[in-house]
């Protein structure tokens, strides 16, 4: 049994690592560029289709090409700098690469890994550079980071493009992955966009801040999520093949408004009636977790939420607005998340519907699972927020394909 165990665990886990990782094409990088100065575009292929989908994140530092590869080139401070380690220490070093082991307490578990920086750039990076960073072996698993450099000009002159490509494989890396054999393509997809998120965003801003440009800090978490607009219709060639979210974030310590948006093969009717039923729409979509109408009113109804599962347990109070035919608006009234506000937007198109997801939420405010995990790292919180997202246009899709 171990002989016939071994090659198969040894064949999932160096999935990531031999997965080829993709360039979006220049028109998809064309379309994200009204966003690239102020905020993070996430953009994570289909999960239906793929068990390990590829997670790439795009972002502007509003430095040099040569700044930001002296962040990714000192692996000494990584601990400072990059989400889920702690302590760093150096196997062996040359110009193009340093492997390391790392560690990271979280809460009250302890991980451990090896991992290398690879770095492929002409001199100090001026013109650009190519950098991988690879987890051979360890408890989160297995991953392979592709970070690309490019010169580019911005609102304040000279700066960086930034491209992270990132496929992660979290099946068999530890005891909770194993005993949840079922779950870990899921986990694997959402530590993917945690990491892939949280490391962009760290990496950009320690890199601005060693330069002396820091980007202002976010200051309020709730609030209107309208504050930050996005077209679908100009992204839909990335939305043909999976989900978008736009995050407002200094560093990734913070978080503003972050919208998610996705293309549904079903009429905006159905789109908009699942989240103006809610008690019929999620029959079956979530064991342990049931909501119950309190009251009803013209455009206005109010639900009690509750979900009875183990380390994620919670519950609350919330109000649903007809806004208009194009806009339902989730307000969170009480319990946890309490002020947390999701508009969701619907524009039928000829394929379909796109519907988009901003939100302006505390994720950690009443979920204590969530709360013990931001307290390791606030550069977590986008990522949480983002791959709640996720998990509810995967819920759309799922319910609306079962009829509900």
């Known amino acids: 049994m171990l002989a016939l165990a071994l090659p198969r665990t040894a064949r999932a886990q160096d999935e990531a690592l031999r997965a080829p990782v993709h360039a979006l094409a220049p028109l998809e990088l064309a379309s994200l560029e009204p966003y690239l100065d102020h905020t993070l575009v996430a953009h994570i292929e289909t999960t239906e289709l793929i068990e390990l989908p590829q997670v790439t994140v795009v972002a502007r530092a509003h430095v040099g090409c040569e700044a930001v590869l002296a962040v990714a080139r000192d692996v000494a401070s990584y601990p400072t700098i990059l989400p889920a380690i702690d302590q760093v220490t150096i196997d062996s070093a040359t110009d193009q690469a340093v492997s390391y082991e790392w560690t990271w ?6 991980f451990r890994g090896r991992a290398s920086t690879s770095i492929m750039a002409d001199g100090d990076g001026h013109a650009g550079f190519r950098v991988v960073f690879e987890s051979s072996e360890g408890d989160l698993g ?14 304040g002159g000279p700066s960086c493009l930034l491209v992270l490509a990132s496929h992660h494989d979290f099946r068999d890396a530890n005891y909770l992955a194993r005993e949840s054999s079922a779950s870990a393509p899921t986990m694997s997809r959402s530590l993917n966009l945690i990491l892939s998120i949280a490391t962009l965003a760290r990496v950009r801003g320690e890199s601005e801040r060693r330069a002396g440009v820091p980007r202002a800090h976010v200051e309020r978490l709730l609030g209107d999520p309208r504050s930050l607009s996005v077209d679908p219709a100009g992204l839909t060639a990335l939305l043909g093949r ?3 979210f736009v995050v407002e974030t200094s560093d990734g310590s913070d978080l503003g408004a972050i919208v998610g948006l996705a293309h549904l093969v079903f009429p905006e009717d159905r789109v908009r009636g699942a989240f103006l039923d809610p008690p019929r729409f999620t029959v079956g979509l979530l064991s342990g977790a049931r909501i119950t109408e309190l009251g009803r009113e013209e455009h206005l109804a109010r639900y009690r939420w509750d979900v009875d599962l183990a380390l994620i347990g919670s519950s609350g109070e919330l109000a649903i607005h007809d806004a208009n035919e194009h806009e339902v608006e ?4 009480s319990g946890a998340m309490c002020g947390g506000r999701l508009l969701v937007t619907t524009a039928a198109d000829d394929g379909g519907t796109f519907a988009t997801l901003a939100a302006r939420i505390d994720p950690s405010d009443g979920v204590p699972i969530v709360q013990a995990i931001e307290s390791t790292d606030p550069a977590f919180r986008p990522g949480l927020v983002a791959s709640g997202l996720l998990m509810a246009f995967r819920g759309l899709r799922r319910g609306l394909s ?3």
């Open 105 to 110: 307490q979280a809460a009250v578990f302890s």
């Open 142 to 155: 297995r991953a392979r980071r592709v970070l690309r450099g490019t010169p580019s000009t911005g609102e």
């Open 242 to 244: 999976g989900e978008v």
């Open 330 to 333: 989730l307000m969170a009234t």
């Open 402 to 404: 079962q009829g509900h």
